[in-house]
């Protein structure tokens, strides 16, 4: 619990401390709550980076998009294809196709072992 509050607390330059709203730099001297208005004095913020890692699956979540292998290959339109699974050895896959890049490019093929469900693409 001492890491978290550690953690967060070194981010704390960034929020109002009225409504935790985070702030916004309005001049070289001055932070300002976009919600409540309430003036900061910029000496905290100016000089610090702020990171963060946006992945493709937080993007997805966010805007309600569902197309991961496992769901795609569960689907009812997945057909079977006479090919051997590099994992168990056997001789069915169900496959599904999704154009994943340029349309004057081939689709990629999503495969999945109906038998030990592993995964495998092919371009």
Known sequence: MEKFMAY???REFMFCNLCGTMLSLVSPKTAECPLCKTPTSAKGILGREIGYTLTVEDI???LGIS???EEMATKES???IKQTCKSCGNTELEYTTRQMRSA???Q???LVCPKCKAR???N
Do not use: I, Q
């Open 60 to 62: 997805r979540r966010d």
């Open 108 to 110: 990629t093929v999503f």
């Open 8 to 10: 967060s607390g070194a």
């Open 120 to 122: 495998d693409t092919e």
């Open 78 to 80: 997945a057909a079977l």
């Open 67 to 69: 197309h991961t292998m």
């Open 104 to 106: 004057d490019e081939g």
